[in-house]
C-alpha cells in the first residue's frame, strides 16, 4: 500500500484506502474492556467526528488537542481529526496543569479531547476553566461549552450523520487530499528552562516514517499490534498506530500506565506481531527471566563449549520469544541503548530488536 507512493499520495490517502479495504476487520480492541470495533465502525465514527467538527466550525490546520487517553476512543479521536485536516497537539495525561494552558494559549486550540476526570484536575486551574470547548475523550460529552454551539453540535450529531448516510459503507470513506507540506501534529516539550519548544510534523515527514516502518519491519494485513505506550508520544504513535492502520492490522491497546504484570498478561493473550517499549521493561525482563537460568554454572560451562553454545542461544532466544507472546516479528525500543550487558546477550541471541528514532 505505502510502498507505491508517489508525489500525491500521502499517509492519509493509506487510511482512506486501508478504511475501505479491510471494513470487515477489527481494527481497534481495548484490552481492558475487551471490546472491539471494525475498520468499518472506525470510520463511521470518524465520519460523526467530521460533522460536529463542521458543525463547530473546525476549519482545516485549526488545532485540536488529545490531552492523555490510550484506548480505541482516542484512536478514533486522533485519526478523526488528522483525516479532517486539523492540526493534532497530542499532550500527556500527566502534564502539568499551568503547562496545558501555556499549550492551549499557544495553539489557539478549537478543541480539546480529554477524560472527565483529567479535566476535572484541570479545572482547578482558573485560567482553563473557560479557555475553549472541551469534549470527554470517552463518552464525547461537552465538559466545557467556551463557544456557546458545543452541547447543540454534540445533541444533533447522530442525527446528522444518519440523514447524511443511510446506510453507511465502506464506499461512503471519502476524506479531502491533504498536502504533504502540510504540518499534521506539533508536539511541545519543556526544555530546562521551562520554555516550551515545539516540533512540527508535516504530513510527508509522518508518511516517510510510517513507510519505513511498514516496509522494513512487520506491519500486514490482520497482523496483531499491542500499544503498551502512550499515544501523545510521536514515535510510539507512528509505529503502534499509525503504521498499523494504514496495513490494516488490528491494535490492541492497554490503557495508560499498564504495569508489568498486567503487559505480561496482555503480551501472553494478544501474541502480538511488533510491540514498541521503553529499555527499562527489556532490561526487567533479561535480568528477571533470563540472567538466572544464563548465570548458572551449567549453562555457563556450556557456552563454552563449541556448537553446544550455539543451541544454548537457540534455546534463549525462543525463552525470549515466548516470554513476549511468542509471535513477535519486531521489538522496537524507544531511545538509542539498552544497559551493555542486556543488549549483549540479545545480539548473541539475534533477537529481533530496534532502536526507534524518527
Known sequence: MLGHMNYYYNLFDAFQESLRDNHKLTALTDYSGGESISYLELAAEIARMHILFESLEVSAGDRIILLGGNNSKCVTSYVGALTYGAVVVPVGYNTATETIAAIIRRTGAKLVFANSESWKNCCSDDELKNCTDVLDIDSLKPLADCSGKLANA?????????????????????????????????????????????????????????????????????????????????????????????????????????????????????????????????????????????????????????????????????????????????????????????????????????????
Open 154 to 358: 454534540v445533541a444533533v450529531c447522530n442525527e446528522s450523520f444518519v440523514r447524511k448516510y443511510p446506510s453507511f459503507n465502506a464506499e461512503d470513506i471519502n476524506y479531502h487530499h491533504v498536502e504533504s507540506d502540510e504540518v499534521a501534529v506539533i508536539c511541545y516539550r519543556e526544555d530546562d528552562k521551562g520554555l516550551l519548544q515545539e516540533d512540527a510534523f508535516t504530513v510527508n515527514r509522518l508518511t516517510n516514517a510510517v513507510q519505513s516502518v511498514t516496509e522494513k519491519y512487520y506491519p500486514k494485513k490482520g497482523s496483531r499490534s499491542l500499544v503498551l505506550l502512550p499515544l501523545t508520544d510521536v514515535s510510539t504513535c507512528v509505529f503502534d498506530m499509525m503504521a498499523p492502520l494504514a496495513a490494516g492490522s488490528h491494535i490492541t491497546l492497554l490503557g495508560e500506565n499498564p504495569d508489568y504484570s498486567l503487559i505480561r498478561k496482555a503480551l501472553k493473550r494478544v501474541k502480538p506481531d511488533f510491540i514498541c517499549t521503553v529499555p527499562v521493561f527489556m532490561e526487567r525482563i533479561v535480568r528477571k527471566r533470563i540472567f538466572p537460568k544464563l548465570n548458572s554454572k551449567f549453562v555457563q560451562a556450556c557456552l563454552r563449549t563449541p556448537v553446544i553454545n550455539k543451541m544454548v542461544y537457540n534455546s534463549i532466544r525462543r525463552r525470549m520469544m515466548f516470554l513476549l507472546g511468542g509471535k513477535v516479528k519486531e521489538v522496537k525500543v524507544k531511545g538509542k541503548q539498552l544497559a551493555p550487558e542486556v543488549q549483549d546477550i540479545l545480539l548473541k541471541i539475534k533477537f529481533p530488536f530496534n532502536f526507534s528514532v524518527i
